[in-house]
C-alpha cells in the first residue's frame, strides 16, 4: 500500500500538467478601419499629461467638474456596482482555495453508557456501565487538480471578476453621462428662461407703446388685445420652463447621491464650450469601452466553464490523513500509546449518471456561443453609438450655423417693422408675427447648443470616456 501510495504522490506533478477544455482565446471582431462618419474628426493623441477619467473637464464648467466629482462619492448606483465587484472579487479569491488542503481539528470527550457498553482502548464495562472517550483529531484532505479543474474555476472567477470591475466603471460612465446631460439640459433651460424674461420686458414695453398709440388715436383697440396676448402667452411659456428645470434639478440631485430638497443649483450662464474630441480609431473601443471589455471577459469565463464541466468526465484523487491521540482515561491521553493516524489516496469515478454530464458540457459550450454572440453584438452596437453622434454632432454644428444666420435676420426683421409700425405704415399684427418668429429662432438656437452639447456627452461615452483597460 505504502508503495501504491508512493507512486501515486510522485505521478500527481505530471498528471496535473492535463488541463481539460478549451484554452481562451478572445473572439475575432471586425473592426472598420475608420468611422465612416468621422470626416474632419481629430484622432486620439497621448494625453499623459491629462487627469484620467475625468473627461469632463473638457467642457470647462467648473460647476460640472465639482457636481461629477460628487457622482463616485455618493451615486448610489455606482455603490451597488462597486459591491458587486468586491463579491466577484471574493468569489475569484474563493476559488483560489481550492488550490490548499482542507485541514480540520476535532477535540471530544464522549460519555456512553448502556448494556454492552465498552471503552475503546480500555476494559469492557458492565452491562449498565458506563465509558469515557477522550479524542483529538486533526484531519486534511486535498483533491489534485489533475485534469485542470480547479485552474478552470480559478479563470473563470478572475475573469468574472475582471467583468465585474469593468461593470463598475460602466456604471460610473453612464452616471457621469448623465449627469452632464442633464446638466447641459438645465443650463439650456436658464438660458431660455433668461430669453422669456427679457422678451416678457419687451413685450411689456411694445404693450406701452400700443396703449400711447391708441390714446393719441393712431391705433385700433385691437392692437391692444394683440399686444396683451403677445404677452401673457409668453408669461405662460417662462412659468412653464419652470416645471422642466425643478425636474432636471431633481434628477442632478439624485445622481450625486442627495435628496432633492437638500439640493438646488441657482440659475447661472452656460459656461460649458463646445469641446474638441478626439475619437481615436474604430479598433480602439475594444480597449476604451468598459461594456465591451466586460462582456469579453464574460466569454472568458464561459469558456473556462467548459473545462471545468469535461472534467467531470474523469477520475477525481484524494489524498486524506488522519492523525490524533485518543484515550479511555484524561491521564496519558496525549501519550505515544494513544496515538493514531492514517493515510492514503482515493480515486472516485461517476460510473453513470444518465447523460447529466453530457448534459452540462453541451450547456456550457451554448453558454459560451451565447456570450461570444453578446460580446460582438456590444461591439458592433458601439461602433453604431460612435456613428450615430458624430453624424449628429456634424449635422448639428451645420445647422447651428444656419439657425444664427436665422437669429440675425429676425432681430433685424424685429427692428425694422417696430420702426414701420411706428410710422403708420404697418399694422401691430405684422410687429407680432415677426417677434414671434425672432422669439422662436431665439429659442431654437439655445436648444440647438444644448443638444450639441448633450450629443458632446453621448460621443465621449460612445469613445469609452477616459477608461481603458489599459490603465
Known sequence: MRRVTTLIVLAIPALAACTVGPDYVRPSVEAPAAYKEAGSWKAAEPADHLARGKWWEIFGDPQLDALEEQVNISNQTVRLAEAQFRQARALAQGARAAYYPTVNGDVSVTRSGGAGSARRGGTTAGSSGTATDYNLALDAAWEADVWGRVRRSVESGDANSQASAADLESARLSAQAELAQDYFQLRTTDAQQRLLDATVAAYGKSLALTKNRYAQGVAARADIAQAEAQLKTTQAQAIDLGVQRAQLEHAIALLVGKAPADFSLAPADMAAKFPEIPTGLPSELLERRPDIAAAERRVAAASAQIGIAKSAFFPSLTLSATGGYQSAALAGWLSAPNRFWSLGPALAQTIFDGGLRRAQTDQAIAAYDASVATYRQTVLGGFLQVEDNLAALRILEREAAMQDEAVRAARQSVTLTVNQYRAGIVSYLNVVTVQAAAL????????????????????????GGGWSERL
Open 440 to 463: 422662436a429662432n431665439e429659442r431654437t438656437a439655445a436648444d440647438i447648443l444644448g443638444r450639441r452639447l448633450a450629443v458632446g456627452v453621448l460621443l465621449v461615452k460612445a469613445i
